[in-house]
């Protein structure tokens, strides 16, 4: 099929009509402010199951799925299946963690994850260097959505749309959605950006399998063409250390990045909580297959891409997917971008606002968190257009860094004998291991040795530190203090 460039003005009026959508949901909970941090940064926590795990999911499967996990399945075949599969592996991890996580918010007013780590070893520090590295780490997180928004909307244009234009529209409306009334405008933004993805993806997925002829012929063809993808290691992208080095960072997902781990306290009771999880799982179990599955069209209708990170711009101009359809996933990803930013920019306002800005007052907290929201989405719109090497480097820096916490973590409920300068020597002795490995020597992502020593070093120093040292007077007991609820709500 010939290649059929949509046309701007068409993209452009989607992106005004759904923007005038999210931005009358967005007005629509500003009603509901009541002006305090905690409903700011967590709608003070009244949300639903279907609500927050919709925002949760949003957040989580971000326009990686359909641009960079498609990319993967193009380049290196049904390898990149299995290392979604250990993230979503990984999301287990919830049933352990995301009762402790919510109780332990409920009864002492936890706010940000970093606070949390911070009261349980008793120390502001703590707190602050867990929010130092969510600060350093996510930006390259954000700075992969935004060019993922340019890369797709430039591409389906033929370059119409600049990587400015595109760049600029995603930090706006994030700016926009989150600046408004904060986690309540995020949520329910999220939530609406979650059910735009989920069907448009499964709306282009039935036509370009369509287009091939139906599910017999794809499943046919992809089996005679492409056996050598639906083998492992795959035709060279794949490798052992390859597939540890990527998988790893993703499997403590659920409990090492700060954006997801807070969507924990936002819930009303535990019932939403489980409802959360169902739809998290059902929501990343489809989504997966999905971006899995359009990597494989791909290759049929869009062969011999140079750079597979173009799939999915080529199979939506390929001509199999209708134009009207391909527009709706182009809102899809680009949805899922922003409310990847924007949960990604409110998270970091909150830990700026209350670990690093210890003691503010609430309307100075709100205040911290909006400027924080500015400089996040300001930041990541810079380095996604800058089309410099340190991008690279720092999305290789991201994939350990952002580990660094998960030792301190796992302790907090599980390990009574923790202390506070293991925590602090595992945080800030592996974000520093992580920057020296990724910046200094340009360590790259697909190297299993920087994931592999980052996260060895973290646990060693926590262990080490910890057993040289005493557990602070003021340090909370988790695991004591919460058995008693633990035990009333049935929970391991």
């Not at 929501?283 to 869009?302: D, E, K, M, P, Y």
């Amino acid at each position: 099929m010939e290649p059929q460039l949509l046309s701007p003005a068409t993209i452009w009026a989607a992106i005004g009509a759904f923007a005038l959508f999210g931005l009358f949901i967005a007005f629509r909970a500003t009603r509901q402010n009541a002006g305090t941090a905690e409903d700011y940064y967590l709608g003070s926590r009244n949300f639903g199951g279907v609500v927050a795990g919709l925002s949760y999911a949003a957040t989580t499967y971000s326009a990686f799925m359909l641009v960079v996990l498609t990319g993967l399945t193009y380049r290196g075949g049904i390898g990149a299946l299995g290392f979604e599969l250990i993230y979503f592996a990984g999301l287990g991890l919830l049933v352990i963690f995301a009762p402790r996580f919510w109780l332990a918010a409920k009864r002492w007013g936890f706010i940000s994850p970093a606070e949390m780590l911070g009261a349980r070893y008793g120390s502001a520090w703590v707190a602050r260097a867990a929010a130092l590295v969510g600060l350093v780490f996510l930006m390259p997180y954000c700075t992969t959505q935004m060019a993922g928004i340019g890369l797709l909307l430039s591409g389906v244009t033929g370059g119409e749309i600049t990587l400015v234009q595109a760049v600029a529209t995603g930090g706006l409306l994030a700016a926009l959605w989150t600046l408004f009334a904060g986690l309540r405008s995020v949520a329910w933004t999220d939530a609406v950006q979650a059910v735009v993805m989920l069907v448009s993806a499964l709306l282009a997925i039935g036509f370009a399998v369509a287009a091939i002829g139906g599910w017999g012929t794809f499943a046919r063809v992809t089996l005679e063409t492409q056996a050598e993808r639906l083998s492992v290691p795959g035709p060279g992208l794949w490798s052992l250390g390859t597939f540890t080095a990527l998988s790893l960072p993703w499997f403590f997902f659920a409990i090492s990045n700060p954006q997801v781990s807070q969507r924990l306290f936002i819930l009303r009771d535990m019932a939403a909580m489980k409802r959360m999880i169902f739809w998290v799982l059902g929501f990343g179990l489809v989504f997966t297959l999905i971006a899995v599955i359009w990597g494989f069209a791909a290759l049929q209708l869009a062969p011999d891409l140079e750079n597979s990170a173009t799939a999915t711009p080529a199979l939506l101009i390929s001509g199999a997917i209708p134009a009207p359809v391909a527009v709706l996933l182009i809102l899809g990803i680009l949805a899922a971008a922003v409310s990847t930013l924007d949960s990604i920019a409110l998270t970091l306002g909150a830990m700026v606002a209350r670990d690093v800005l210890k003691g503010a007052e609430p309307a100075r907290q709100v205040l911290a968190g909006r400027a924080v929201v500015i400089l996040v989405i300001l930041f990541a719109s810079l380095f996604a257009i800058d089309k410099a090497q340190i991008v690279d480097q720092l999305a290789a820096l991201a994939a350990a860094g952002l580990m660094v916490t998960v030792p301190a973590t796992i302790g907090a409920f599980f390990w009574r004998r923790a202390t506070a300068a293991g925590a602090l020597a595992s945080i800030l002795g592996g974000a520093v291991l992580a920057v020296w490995m990724a910046m200094i020597q340009g360590m790259s992502v697909f190297n299993p040795v920087l994931a592999l020593t980052v996260g060895g070093v973290c646990l060693a120093l926590f262990v080490l530190v910890s057993l040289l040292t005493k557990p602070r007077e003021k340090a909370l007991d988790f695991g004591a203090a919460l058995r008693a609820e633990l035990d009333a709500h049935g929970v391991w």
